[in-house]
C-alpha cells in the first residue's frame, strides 16, 4: 500500500519482489515520481489505483477490525498545539506509526 507519493515510491518500488503489486491510494507528498519503468517492467511489478471505498466497505473494514483486533500503528500522540514537533518528526523520519493529535 503506497499512500505517500512521490517522496516513497521509489523505496516502496524497491520493497516489491519479482511479480509484486504496489496499491496506490495517495500522493500526500506529490503525484508526480520518478515512474521507474525498467523496474516495473523487468520485475514484472503491479501498480494498481484505489479510492476511498464505499459505506458497504467501511462497515465491512470496521467488522474486520473489530473481530481481528487489527489497529493502525501509533507512534505517538500530541497535543494540536505542539503539532509543529510531529511534522518535524514525519519530515525526519523519527517515527514507527501514526502521529495522532489532539484537542
Known sequence: METVGEATWAHSLRSLKPGGAIVISGATSGSVPSAD???????QLSVIGSTMGNRDELARLLTFMEQTGARPLIDRTMPLSEARDG?????????????????
Open 37 to 43: 519503468l525498467s523496474r516495473v517492467f523487468f520485475l
Open 87 to 103: 511534522f518535524d518528526a514525519m519530515i525526519s523520519g523519527d517515527l514507527f506509526g501514526k502521529v495522532v493529535f489532539t484537542l
